[in-house]
């Protein structure tokens, strides 16, 4: 897949500047210099393997807007119930889903 082509030749054009690292000769401790750019790198090539699911399988959707919607529903059910416990909250969320996956 071509992106994930890019992705690979992106990185290793960058990968010394993604590794860098800062030594503490005191304490013999290192750190990566960019830690945000290294974090996200790596969140992306963690979830490569489950990215692109949705181009070979017709039901998946491709967007994110059905499940935001059911979400935005369930948050603003959750609104009017403002005083619940958290086991209590967890419960009405699971009766949510119960109920809704019967309609």
Excluded: V
Excluded at 1 to 6: D, G, R, Y
Excluded at 37 to 55: E, G
Excluded at 85 to 100: L, M, P, V
Aim: aromatic share 20%.
């Amino acid at each position: 897949m071509f992106w994930i082509q890019e992705f690979n030749r992106w990185y290793n054009c960058h990968k010394e500047y993604i590794n860098e690292k800062s030594y503490n000769t005191e304490t013999e401790r290192y750190w990566y210099k960019h830690k945000l750019l290294r974090r996200s790198y790596q969140t992306i090539k963690r979830a490569l393997p489950n990215m692109f699911h949705y181009l070979g399988n017709q039901a998946i959707p491709n967007t994110t807007n059905g499940i935001e919607g059911y979400f935005s529903h369930l948050k603003n059910h959750l609104d009017l119930y403002r005083g619940l416990t958290i086991i209590n909250r967890i419960n009405f969320i699971k009766w949510y889903i119960h109920f809704s996956n019967e309609k």
